[in-house]
């Protein structure tokens, strides 16, 4: 069982068990002290039809595995959501950066923000910010999309850039750090 750390950044892959991690700290977070709460921040948006069914499987399997986690939504504020959200007593999850920070940078037409990188650098900066005041343990996830081949176009590739900044600002602030692999979780940084 691991210990639940100040701040923790869950890496890895597609379907690589980052979720199944932050829910199990939850789990394990709630079942500490009656008195502890857990409210999971999902950053998604439903834009499509099989969206919309993943996001519903999603919440349907999350309340079966946690059903005492709070969900909310919010997929552009999050900063100012884990203000909202913090307390000495509520471990926040945040699920998750990559989708997060895919809202900040591309509007719903599709075509990405003409201030491109400045709008990845000031929403990195406001999320540091929120998580610098954050009063009780937070869990935070992303993927690593960066092992691939060199995306096609330059906005697909400017996100790729964007998100490894974001996930190197943020595991550099974070306690721990934690690459799932297969399910498996290996500590690259912090005590497991």
């Keep these: 069982m691991a210990t639940i750390a100040r701040s923790e950044l869950i890496l890895g892959g597609q379907k690589s068990g980052k979720s199944r991690r932050a829910e199990a700290l939850a789990a394990q977070w709630l079942a500490i002290d009656a008195a502890h709460r857990a409210v999971l921040v999902a950053t998604a948006t439903a834009a499509d039809a099989e969206m919309r069914e993943r996001i519903e499987r999603?919440?349907?399997?999350?309340?079966?595995?946690?059903?005492?986690l709070l969900t909310v939504e919010e997929p552009l504020a999050l900063p100012r959501a884990i203000e909202v959200h913090s307390a000495g007593d509520v471990l926040l999850v945040v699920d998750c950066l990559t989708l997060w920070?895919?809202?900040?940078?591309?509007?719903?037409?599709?075509?990405?923000?003409?201030?491109?990188?400045q709008a990845a650098?000031?929403?990195?900066?406001?999320?540091?910010?929120?998580?610098?005041?954050?009063?009780g343990p937070i869990v935070l996830v992303s993927n690593e999309i960066g092992l691939g081949v060199i995306p096609l176009g330059p906005p697909v590739r400017a996100f790729v850039d964007a998100l490894g900044t974001l996930n190197q600002r943020v595991a550099a602030v974070c306690e721990r750090v934690t690459w799932m692999v297969a399910g498996l979780p290996m500590t690259l940084k912090g005590r497991p």
């Design 101 to 117: 920070l895919s809202n900040r940078l591309f509007p719903p037409s599709g075509q990405p923000l003409p201030e491109g990188g």
């Design 121 to 135: 650098d000031a929403a990195i900066e406001a999320l540091l910010g929120a998580l610098a005041a954050v009063r």
């Design 58 to 68: 999603h919440r349907r399997e999350r309340s079966q595995r946690v059903p005492e």
